[in-house]
């Protein structure tokens, strides 16, 4: 592992662990309803976009390496300096300074590109993969407290940034003149910006699904984001491989149709969940460290493969877009923070749990279908047409949230239930 890697790494990790920080800050000074979490998520994701927008453009002017290391030093800062803010100013002020660390961890991506701009895909996955570690360290916040959390995050951030101070940014990386880069047009980066709103919003709903089935609380919920997290970096590392055999605009058409199909079949999955956690619980005795383990594969199963298809949109885009990789990463991470708003206040309300999951799988499939039509492979396209009309079909026929599964009681009396052959079996009676 380089030194470009294990920025990549700890900047993941620190952008994770101040996002679920941001989060509990957001629950102490709005409530922890509906509109905290969005307000709290959306904010954190737009400060991204902002920061990567202007970050990456002086680093264009100023240098990479130069900029990477102030933003970092900047982030550092703002992290341990976000709990005493917290505690003599009140919550509004330290959920502030996480955002401005949002700003400058927005920029890391498009710096770190400038700095390896042939590594592109293998940085964005090891972002998504130092998220997972993020998680891990958001989930031990009762163990070792917040500011602890901020502090390791900050000062991994700053080690890193030390060590990548005398990388020198390639020529290839400024003007892009005699980089391999694919030519992306309008239409690609509207796709990229679809995806990334589409990711936002499914990890938002199957967030919710999946509570449903392993319960509420932090340790579940730390672990289906580091499975979903996972995921998105495997697609990562996969995405910028298609740019090989396909163009651009087709391979996000594809990436987007594989989206959809794997949202159509995490919703046919999704009913069977309740009978797998109860035979979880009773394998693991009620071990949390096993019992997390089984869960995290449960929700590989289900939703593993929509977040491998989605993870795998913006580096493929980006690494097709070159130059414009700091633009097209704020537009992403922009359509990201609207996400979040539409679906907690538009779609839930309107269509329900369920009835989002499908319509987010429905908008993969529209769009996917739109970007591989204009493949000029016949044999393709007819594949394309025909997978969009049976994903279609199957996402209308797919089971919706059903009543046994809402009031099953599998997340809140899971012992209870796998005592016996008879209760596990029963609750469907319920």
Not at 167 to 176: I, N, Q
Not at 305 to 317: E, I, K, N, R, T
Not at 355 to 371: D, E, I, M, V
Request: with cysteine.
């Amino acid at each position: 592992m380089n030194r470009l890697d294990a920025a990549a790494l700890a900047v993941g990790a620190a952008g994770v662990a101040a996002e679920c920080i941001a989060l509990r800050f957001g629950a102490r000074a709005w409530g922890s309803g509906s509109f905290a979490v969005s307000a709290a998520l959306s904010g954190f994701m737009a400060a991204m976009a902002a920061g990567g927008w202007w970050l990456g453009a002086l680093g264009r002017r100023r240098g990479a390496a130069a900029v990477f290391l102030g933003s970092s030093l900047a982030a550092s800062l703002c992290l341990v300096s976000a709990v005493p803010a917290f505690l003599w100013a009140g919550p509004a002020f330290g959920l502030l300074s996480l955002l401005a660390a949002a700003a400058a961890l927005g920029g890391a991506l498009p710096l770190l590109g400038l700095l390896g701009p042939q590594s592109l895909g293998r940085l964005c996955a090891l972002v998504s993969a130092g998220g997972v570690l993020g998680a891990v360290l958001a989930r031990v916040v009762p163990l070792l407290g917040v500011q602890a959390v901020l502090v390791v995050s900050g000062f991994a951030l700053a080690a890193a940034a030390i060590a990548v101070r005398p990388l020198r940014e390639p020529a290839s990386g400024r003007d892009g003149a005699t980089a391999p880069w694919a030519e992306l047009s309008g239409f690609g980066v509207f796709l990229c910006c679809w995806a990334g709103a589409v990711m936002m919003g499914a990890e938002a709903v199957w967030v919710r699904l999946l509570s449903l089935v392993f319960g509420s609380t932090t340790g579940a919920f730390a672990t289906v984001l580091a499975v979903f997290l996972a995921a998105l970096a495997a697609g990562a590392a996969l995405g910028p491989r298609l740019l090989s055999r396909l163009r651009p605009v087709p391979a996000l058409g594809w990436v987007l149709l594989a989206a959809g199909v794997s949202g159509v079949l995490a919703l046919a999955l999704f009913p069977f969940l309740p009978d797998a956690a109860l035979g979880s619980w009773k394998l693991s005795s009620g071990h949390p460290a096993l019992l997390g383990l089984l869960q995290a594969g449960l929700a590989a199963a289900v939703i593993g493969p929509l977040a491998v298809a989605l993870g795998a949109a913006f580096p493929l885009a980006a690494a097709a877009g070159g130059p414009r990789l700091a633009p097209l990463y704020a537009a992403s991470t922009a359509a990201g923070a609207v996400a979040p708003w539409i679906v907690t206040y538009v779609l839930i309300p309107w269509l329900g749990l369920s009835g989002t999951a499908r319509a987010l799988a429905g908008a993969c499939l529209a769009a996917g279908a739109a970007g591989a039509a204009s493949d000029g492979h016949t044999g393709r396209r007819r594949a394309a047409g025909f997978g969009v009309c049976a994903a279609a079909l199957a996402c209308v026929l797919a089971p919706g949230l059903t009543p046994e599964v809402v009031h099953s009681g599998v997340a809140v009396y899971p012992a209870e239930l796998a005592s016996s052959e008879e209760e596990a079996v029963g609750w469907r009676a319920r």
